[in-house]
């Protein structure tokens, strides 16, 4: 069941990617630089989602220290940058390597915890690391902060440009790399994991081992992330990656949906493009724009619990359904093939996943 | 199914050359020979700026309605030059990245002629290349960073307002070495750049005599409350107190003291001296005699001070507040900041003329010499040069009395002082 | 030594404040099994609907019991409309709704009452008893009383009335609870209405001591949250003794490590939540989770 569900999504993420890939160049061209300046912001927190959809949807695991990890990446690339003389793109994997040593660290302990004392103990991370920050001054220049000169551009492209792109791509290709490693058996004894610790457990799979690793990759991404922040902003301080910014990408995981692969891109446009258009509302807006972030974020999470890539899906069905049904049979084989089997295998997944944390937690 | 594909990118390009032709056609904006005048009209000129007005600062978030207000006044009284002013205040929330981006909407797509007031060290410094390479001026930023006026020469568009802490802190000094000879001085410090930018002014002002702070003791702005560095503070037998410290802290501090039965001689920051906080003080500890005797510095007024309500500023102010800000708290000092920060700006923006530039803006800034704006203490001076870009270097030494700030009646500046920093 | 005894006494104190927010984490974690992070925000909002009932010119008592009454209602509320959807979906959804919560009570209070820091009245005297040296203030009794008798008070409901007696069975076993009759959906919302009863005693007692403003339970929450955790989040009684732990701890670990020890007194309340909960996730008191597979 699941490998045919997998057969589907690999043709169609080929044409989805072809497509995105159009679709994500052509703003970079097309739109005025302060929008494609904006969106390579998003492009960083698709980023930071990702590491963190991966954690939370696929091992279970909560984390609302997703800006410690970005703090790790974001500083050790903005120390490299602006200290020791490196190229900035030089200090992405390294940005991400380290996070990924700190993501271990923690993860170790971590997988010991489920459900709210592991949001808890990652919560407590999120607060400690500004503070952390600003004591080791040596290495950080305390509350303030590092100046980075963000790197040049790249051929004729605006600074603009070229950062939009490279957010967007590093974006992209580690996508694609996680749905690869879904895919396969790290997917398959992650998510075993994470429907059931006990059965994972006892198909011999060393559960503690995939938490840690998961709570690695998430990092990874998160520590990218961070490092491509400090490039964005110029600038690294304790106050970038406040307990606000791990709150910023947990949401963002939530309202684009945790059991998808489009869930980061939704959620990143929103989170980035949210507080910033909520100003825009004329008197509750100006007034207090985080009654309204509150208010969306409720009715997200109420209204369509699987988030906005699990509405698109649903959407997507429903338009699907729709053609089955009035389309002549004679369109070939294709036709028959039935969309909603993929739905259904997603909601399955996603309803056994509640059935097991509501049991869990009784 | 391949037809559905390629039609939309088909589509793609014909909007992308489309788009890329229209790009070549365009001149480069607002380049005039003479120089930039982007966001100036015949009728308005747009600014903009960001502040805390949501998280951890944003007690500070009622500056930029005092600002408002004032434009607006000026605006109904004619504008300048004949234009109004257009004036845009987005929410940063206090975060850096927030500021960056937020700096370039406002530069990039509502192209602003300059930001003006932007609030916070940290979140200006991380937007103060950006503004610079762009020669977008950042006007009269709202920080006490004594860097704004030592780097001019590596960051020429920008300029703050604020006397520096430094400032404040060695026209302190200068004081206990006056009038306190011996005293042990214990400080009570926010630990990052504003309580160290203090402490090192103390030092530096205190000189030989630094020996006499016995006891140093920071806080986080994290802390719930200050009670165990006050108890520290009393046990190290100091008996003059330096509270560099935001309103939460200090009014801690002084109710602690009280309560423990500590009487130190306090010495308190300006950043927390309005009459609105030492009634807070009063109030909680239950007596006037909390605050009895605190020595702060002054140079703007305080509209919740009975002493400066005969001056014609706290007359205007009211006024204002009146008209454009109906039912908000006049007693709260901050609009007062917001208000006497727009008169520079808007002095600034009358000064570079009817022809309005930003290189004119900049000008203009870099050759003040304002004796007149109403919202500071009479006598106060906002003075820059082509090589002096400290605004305001006068503050006056005055102690709480039954609740009520006096000024001691002697201006002291510290310009000399402050100008020898740019030169280390 | 009596810098030390009047750091312990201090830490008392903050312990006190801590204490009297845990209980509330306490009462929500009881009833459902998750930590509603909207806690602190809920109790602050409630802190300025008795300021503004004070600011009409009622006198404290009234004042005081009517926010308390507030309180529950606001309980009540947010619970039978935002939590109740989510209360048996993923706890994920639930963490998340109480933040969507705590942003949005939060910016409210920001709207309505602004950002200026108020001073907010204390019951107690504002007088200071000095044993030895060492300077006690009434306020500070007052905040570790009241947290006590906020504790004596949930375990007599809990052990003694029905009604707590109804709601442990709900919350242990929601199933056999609604087949016995007992109507669980009202048991958890009774649960976040005492919860948010417990923070307005808290709010109005912290109040006075670091003034209110918007922020001002934010972090308190956060030590509250220590305490709580390290008291076994199950626990009164932890509670308190977890809050007197973490106000003596964090003050010592402020005095005695120098500057660097007094900047991350914070650091210290963090690290204590995650040693307790890698360590012993039932912290000191609560029962060890059993979990159903």
Known sequence: MRGALLAIRRRRLLLLGAAALCLLATPALLLPDFVTYDLAYAGVYAIAILGLVLLTGFSGQISLGQGAFMAVGGYASAILVATSGWSFYLTLPVAGVLATVVGIVVGIPAARLTGIYLALATFALSLAAPALLKEAVPLTNGARGIVVSSASPVGPLSQEQSQYLLCWGVAGVLLVVAVNLLRGRFGRALMAVRDSEAAARSSGINVPLYRAAAFGISAFCAGVAGALLSDLAGFVNPDSFGPQLSISVLVGAVVGGVGSMLGPVLGALFVEFLPIRAQDIPRIGTAAPAVIEGLLLILVVLMAPTGLAGLLARARGWARGWVVRHRPRATGPRGVEPPPAELRGVAMVIDARVAEETEVRQ | ?424 | MRQLAQQVVSGLASGGIFASLALAFVLVHRAMGVVNFAQGEIAMFTTFIAWSLLETGMPYAAAFLLAVVAAFAIGVGVERTVIRPVERGPVLATVIVTIGLATVFNGLAGAIWLYMLKAFPSPFPARTVTVDGVAISDQDLGLIGTSLVVMVLMYAFFQHTRIGLVMRAAALDPVTSRLLGVRVGWMLALGWGLAAMVGAVSGMMVAPVVFLEPNFMQTVAIYALAAAVLGGIDSALGAVIGGAVVGVTVNLVGTYLGSIGASLRLVVALAIIICVLVVRPSGLLGRPDAQRV
């Open chain 2, 1 to 424: 199914m391949r037809h559905r594909h390629r039609r939309p990118l088909r589509a793609v390009v014909a909007t992308m050359a489309l788009t890329l032709s229209a790009c070549g056609g365009g001149a480069p904006s607002g380049a005039a020979p003479h120089g930039d005048s982007t966001g100036v009209t015949a009728s308005s000129i747009a600014l903009g700026t960001t502040f805390a007005l949501s998280g951890p600062a944003s007690a500070y978030g009622v500056i930029p309605k005092g600002t408002q207000a004032y434009f607006q006044y000026v605006n109904d009284h004619g504008g300048v030059n004949g234009r109004k002013i257009d004036y845009r205040v987005l929410d940063d929330g206090y975060s850096p990245p927030q500021t960056v981006q937020l700096t370039r909407q406002l530069v990039q797509q509502d192209r602003v002629f300059a930001m003006v007031g932007g609030f916070g060290t940290q979140q200006q410094m991380a937007v103060r290349q950006y503004l610079n390479d762009r020669r977008v001026p950042q006007l009269f930023v709202t920080s006490g960073a004594a860097t704004w006026a030592t780097d001019y020469h590596q960051f020429p568009w920008s300029i703050s307002w604020l006397p520096t802490f430094a400032t404040e802190s060695m026209i302190d000094a200068g004081y206990v070495k006056r009038t306190l000879p011996g005293a042990r001085i214990g400080v009570l410090y926010q630990n990052d750049d504003f309580g160290q930018d203090y402490l090192t002014g103390l030092e530096r002002g205190m000189g030989d005599a630094t020996r006499q702070i016995i006891d140093r003791e920071p806080y986080d702005v994290s802390a719930a409350d200050v009670s165990s560095q006050v108890a520290r503070l009393r046990g190290s037998g100091a008996d003059t107190l330096f509270i560099f410290a935001t309103a939460r802290f200090a009014i801690q501090t002084m109710v602690s003291a009280y309560k423990l039965g500590w009487h130190p001689r306090t010495l308190l920051s300006y950043t927390s001296a309005a009459s609105t906080i030492i009634d807070a003080v009063d109030r909680a500890a239950g007596s006037v005699d909390a605050t009895e005797g605190i020595t702060s510095v002054g140079f703007e007024l305080d509209p919740g001070n009975p002493a400066d309500a005969s001056l014609p500023g706290t007359g205007l102010y009211q006024q204002i507040m009146g008209r454009y800000l109906p039912g908000a708290d006049q007693s709260n000092v901050f609009y007062l900041t917001g208000m006497s920060n727009a008169y520079m700006v808007v002095d600034a923006l009358r000064r570079a003329g009817a022809d309005l530039t930003r290189e004119g803006l900049m000008r203009a800034a870099a050759s003040m010499s304002e004796p007149a704006n109403p919202f500071l203490l009479p006598g106060v001076v906002a003075r820059t040069t082509a090589t002096d870009h400290f605004p305001i270097t006068q503050m006056e030494i005055g102690h709480f009395h039954k609740g009520i700030f006096q000024l001691s009646g002697a201006l002291e500046d510290t310009r000399s002082a402050m100008l020898s920093l740019v030169a280390h």
